[in-house]
């Protein structure tokens, strides 16, 4: 999809007088982008980014005072297939390289551009009230549990197959530990934000996802079984800004707060894995 | 506007190619999404005949006060987006809701079940017929009902006899909106429902996943989708038309 004419043609009669702004040459910790007008940055990022994102956001706006930062959250391939299908953006933050991989592909984001800026893993959680009894992993393969997963497209679910996978393998495991737990999946939902309201609420006895979406204030409401390294799965967060972006200096200039250290900062307080 | 409604329905088409159709067509997700649109859609217009004709009944009688809150209830799905209405099956029916939890205590679990899409469909689409009947209902004109009570009608004769083959037309259409909006109902399913091939994810479902992974399985399904409505819209209004033409020829021998 072609990009809009007015907002180039725009951009393209402002910067040069941006360019000359005294005050550019004023540098805090991270780059200040001289802005003479107010500028959006448009940030699709994997739906267990919400917490640090919108902490970085709110910095990123302190930082560049008439920069609006605006979020989409949603699960990385609705994102991936928004890209491809040429949505506005400048920004995509994913939960697994094979969709930002796929953005690549679709030319949206150049290649070698991205980078990896954070990890992540899995953890079982189960409602407060723990109404299944859960106390280990091999619970989960209990007969008439009711299990909900996020859907295989969505990278938490293909992490929590592979996981199932690592375990059936394991010894302490039955064989037939992953066939076992999947009869118990009673939903595939399509972002693991779901998953976890749906396990707060009670409605299902348990579901795996990430441990960073068990921190901060979501820390009371479920409780939280812990997947050991052995059998855990670390995915790994990708971050690049869309090339055709109609504000490529903000885009990087917001890229290079997450990979900072005050970024990575943010996001180890809410359980990411540097 | 009729290019704007009318271009998006022409773009699915010019963006598939009949091959790629036909291979998703096959595929078991596909098929099982299409079973489960048909049925739970047509239990849902059912359910809503059966329940909603009492209440659209009252609903045609005089406009008391009652009547108007009855009617102001009924409308409220019609307002509330579909994933407000989703969360509030799920505090009423969930596990740990206002009547989920009782039923839960005696066995009966609602959600990520057949019955639950069943359940979110009917709250979000029996408004339409409830308020077609309504209206059907009260166009009968009040001399009939009393010239039928004259010559010894009771309630229920009255009713099967005169009101119903009076107001079939508005009946119908009536069924036909609920049933187009319990196919294409999505957020209260999702929320509520959930989402499990062959037990809960209906084609709307199937599509909105598809669209993430596989466009083709969701191109598949949209062409369906308004080709089944497309189908029936006609026939409907096929019927209704000639319907109202003979009742036309009727009128004017008549007069």
Not at chain 1, 127 to 137: E, F, G, M, S
Not at chain 2, 84 to 95: E, W
Request: a neutral charge; hydrophobic letters at 50%; one cysteine or more.
């Amino acid at each position: 999809m072609r990009p809009k004419l007015l907002p180039i043609l725009l951009l393209m009669i402002l910067l040069p007088n941006t360019a000359c702004n005294p005050q550019a040459n004023l540098t805090p910790t991270t780059a200040r982008i001289p802005t003479t007008l107010n500028d959006t940055l448009t940030v699709l990022a994997a739906a267990s980014l919400t917490a640090p994102f919108n902490e970085l956001g709110m910095l990123f706006e302190a930082q560049n005072p008439g920069v609006k930062v605006e979020f989409s959250y949603a699960g990385s391939q609705q994102l991936a297939q928004q890209l491809i299908q040429g949505a506005p953006a400048d920004v995509f933050a994913s939960a697994s390289q094979k969709y930002m991989d796929m953005v690549v592909q679709a030319n949206r984001v150049t290649q070698g551009s991205d980078k990896n800026f954070t990890r992540n893993r899995l953890v079982v959680i189960y409602p407060v009230a723990n109404p299944a009894r859960i106390k280990t992993l091999q619970d989960l393969a209990k007969p008439g549990l009711k299990l909900d997963l996020e859907a295989r497209e969505v990278p938490a679910g293909q992490y929590s197959l592979d996981f199932l996978d690592k375990a059936s393998k394991d010894p302490a495991f039955d064989p037939n530990f992953k066939d076992n737990v999947l009869k118990n999946v009673v939903s595939y939902e399509e972002n693991v934000k779901s998953v976890l309201t749906k396990v707060a609420l009670g409605e299902a006895d348990a579901g795996i996802v990430y441990l960073s979406d068990v921190s901060g204030n979501a820390a009371g409401q479920v409780g939280i079984l812990d997947i050991p390294d052995a059998l855990n799965v670390t995915a790994r967060y990708s971050i690049a800004t869309i090339s055709d972006s109609h504000n490529p200096d903000l885009a990087k200039a917001f890229m290079d707060l997450v990979l900072s250290p005050d970024g990575q900062k943010v996001l180890a307080k809410n359980n990411f894995i540097p | 506007m009729l290019l704007f409604i009318a271009l998006p329905l022409v773009a699915l088409f010019t963006y598939a190619s009949l091959s790629e159709l036909w291979a998703s067509l096959n595929q078991r997700q596909v098929i099982e999404a299409i079973r489960l649109s048909l049925v739970t859609s047509l239990s849902t217009t059912l359910v809503t005949v059966i329940f909603g004709t009492p209440v659209a009944y009252l609903l045609a009688q005089r406009r008391s006060r009652f009547n108007r809150l009855v009617d102001s209830l009924i409308d409220m799905p019609l307002l509330l987006p579909p994933s407000v209405a989703g969360i509030a099956l799920l505090m009423a029916f969930g596990r740990n809701g206002l009547v989920g939890a009782w039923l839960a205590s005696a066995g009966i679990n609602i959600p990520f079940t057949t019955l639950a899409v069943i359940m979110a469909q009917t709250f979000i689409a029996s408004p339409f017929y409830i308020k077609a009947a309504a209206i059907g209902f009260a166009g009968v004109s009040a001399e009939l009902k009393q010239a039928a009570a004259l010559d010894g009608a009771g309630r229920w004769q009255t009713f099967s006899h005169i009101i119903i083959p009076l107001s079939w037309m508005a009946l119908l259409s009536g069924c036909v909106m609920t049933w187009a909006r319990a196919m294409g109902e999505f957020g209260a399913t999702i929320i509520f429902a959930g989402n499990f091939p062959g037990r809960t994810q209906t084609m709307p479902l199937a599509i909105y996943i598809g669209f993430e992974i596989d466009l083709n399985v969701a191109l598949t399904l949209s062409i369906i989708m308004i080709g089944f409505s497309f189908i029936t819209l006609i026939l409907v209004k096929g019927i209704l038309h000639r319907r109202m033409e003979a009742n036309l020829e009727l009128t004017t021998t008549l007069s």
